[in-house]
């Protein structure tokens, strides 16, 4: 009785120059990118006596974040650049014309592309954000040495009951504007609200420096007293690193860890839509790299007179596309604001967002491949 091999000949094949050609490709974007990298960092690297072994391996952890970032890209320019030329050289009509369905041509580029989306998933839930510990504390130390809050409106619940609010932040200066604070007491009641043009951090004292200070204290009978001061020194259970961090601070963190994080800043009153964003997109991302696979087949199968050309054309204008589109969603999800009657909660509306550039880009693949030769 014969036995048919579950992969024939021209499925191996597939499969060895898609992945071979796509980690080729991946080193050659790597290598550009160190390149162009060290090039605007090398006066800092030298200036701030950076070791070579820590730059070296500065960079390899870089070629992780980078290489992972461009996955999905990559993957759309490999399936270009070797389907067209088997599309070039007629070698899919052949297929084709030889009763092989287009379903069935797929078949070894949804293999490879599985392997690639599981590596994808478990460097980006767990191996690249261990790389970026190590890139984050190298850029720390060697290379961005200055850290900027870019926030504003920032609410920080400091201890039960009392909240603490600055307008903006300049970490430089250990300075927060517009400073406001309010303790509550039993039953929600205000008791004090404390608000100050400025507060400046005293490190070496462990105290916050208010600056034309207002302070207005609630008595229980509802009378109010209100004092001013020009210069006023208290103790808060706070500091400046409570209202920010540097936002590559959260790709260093474990998926599970990023949980835990985003938990505690629920619980503190920050906002988190970004974070969790980032959260759902570590799994929407690797599956990008279906989507992408499928427009890059449908559209790479077709011989055209304008041959690999037209096809790259193609290639790089649905890429870019696919990633404003995905920035745009995202930027836009993290700052809208849903009503408390809204048919989706905010949490499924994040998870929609996440998903959304992949499930657009999927059906505009599936039209594609409807149209592509059979």
Known sequence: MSHK?????????????????FFFMVGIFCVIAVVFDLMENIGRLLTNDAPLGGTLMYYLSFCFHFGNLLS????????????SRLAQQTEIIALLSSGMSF???????????????????????????????????FEVEYVHVNFHISDQHMYREISPGTVAYFRSITVDRNTGYRFQLERWGEDNVLEQRILAAKATWLEEDSVWRLINARIRNFDPDGTEHLRYLTRMDTALSMSISDFGQRSVMTSAMTTPDLKRHIDNEQQRGAQVSMLKLEQYGRTANPFSIYVLMIIGVGIASRKLRGGMGYHLFLAVITG?????????????AAS?????????????WLVLAAWLPNLMFAALGGVICWKAPK
Request: net charge positive; proline share 4%.
């Open 320 to 332: 870019f596309l696919f990633v404003f589109v995905s920035k745009l969603i995202t930027v836009y």
């Open 336 to 348: 809208v604001s849903l009503s408390p009657d809204a048919l989706i909660s905010r949490e499924n």
């Open 5 to 21: 091999p579950a992969l024939k000949r021209i499925d191996r094949y597939i499969i060895r120059k898609f992945l071979t050609t």
């Open 72 to 83: 999905g890209f990559i993957v759309f320019l490999t399936i270009i650049w070797f389907t």
């Open 103 to 137: 379903t069935r041509l797929m078949r070894p580029y949804f293999i490879a592309s599985t392997v690639l989306v599981s590596i994808s998933l478990l460097v980006s839930h767990f191996i690249l954000p261990k790389a970026n510990e190590r890139k984050v504390d």
